[in-house]
């Protein structure tokens, strides 16, 4: 495999950006003094659903940079996004989930290391398809599946359902 080196140095860039930002992300909804409009892009609460802002906008704000620096000739450039982002959210959800059935609880040293290991993750995918000569997806569909992620996270932050997935765990009984 041959390595595209301005890809390759975005990916790395992207990695820590993502990791960089994602954190910050963590915190920054209550150093804001609990403000609505900064909660639409960070945790508000414990919840998984809530941690998924915390990979999903480092990584779409990166993938605007990207955008702007190489995807425009890139042909399916949206739909490698698209399953960049998914995939990170999808480690996320089933990772967490799968580990916490096995130990029976969640650890903090744990649920830091799948956030870093799913932007990695979704950033190797996203490389990989990248470098590739071909790649057809349909960018307006792609563009479509990210917005609609993207407002579900929004929508469900402040109106989510009652499921496990929106739950926050310090609230629970």
Same mark, same amino acid.
């Not at 996004?81 to 990170?88: D, G, M, N, P, S």
């Not at 059935?101 to 650890?107: D, K, M, Q």
């Given at each position: 495999?041959?390595?595209?080196?301005?890809?390759?140095?975005?990916?790395?860039?992207?990695?820590?950006?993502?990791? @960089?930002?994602?954190?910050?992300?963590?915190?920054?909804?209550?150093?804001?003094?609990?403000?609505?409009? +900064?909660?639409?892009?960070?945790?508000?609460?414990?919840?998984?659903?809530?941690?998924?802002?915390?990979?999903?906008?480092?990584?779409?704000?990166?993938?605007?940079?990207?955008?702007?620096?190489?995807?425009?000739?890139?042909?399916?450039?949206?739909?490698?996004?698209? +399953?960049?982002?998914?995939?990170?959210?999808?480690?996320? +959800?089933?990772?967490?989930?799968?580990?916490?059935?096995?130990?029976?609880?969640?650890?903090?040293? $744990?649920?830091?290391?799948? @956030?870093?290991?799913? +932007?990695?993750?979704?950033?190797?995918?996203?490389?990989?398809?990248?470098?590739?000569?071909?790649?057809?997806?349909?960018?307006?569909?792609?563009?479509?599946?990210?917005?609609?992620?993207? @407002?579900?996270?929004?929508? @469900?932050?402040?109106?989510?359902?009652?499921?496990? $997935?929106?739950?926050?765990?310090?609230?629970?009984?």
């Amino acid at each position: 495999m041959k390595i595209n080196k301005k890809i390759f140095n975005l990916t790395i860039l992207g990695i820590f950006w993502g990791i @960089f930002l994602g954190s910050f992300f963590h915190f920054t909804y209550k150093l804001s003094g609990n403000c609505s409009l +900064v909660g639409l892009f960070s945790v508000v609460n414990e919840s998984t659903w809530e941690h998924l802002k915390l990979a999903v906008f480092p990584l779409f704000f990166f993938s605007l940079i990207e955008y702007f620096s190489l995807g425009r000739s890139k042909k399916g450039f949206w739909s490698i996004k698209a +399953v960049e982002i998914y995939l990170a959210c999808f480690l996320i +959800v089933t990772i967490f989930y799968g580990y916490k059935a096995i130990l029976g609880r969640n650890y903090l040293f $744990l649920d830091i290391g799948l @956030f870093v290991f799913s +932007v990695i993750m979704a950033k190797i995918v996203s490389y990989r398809l990248l470098i590739k000569k071909k790649f057809s997806g349909d960018d307006r569909l792609a563009i479509i599946l990210i917005f609609v992620l993207i @407002f579900a996270l929004f929508f @469900f932050t402040f109106s989510p359902p009652q499921l496990f $997935l929106f739950k926050d765990p310090r609230k629970q009984p």
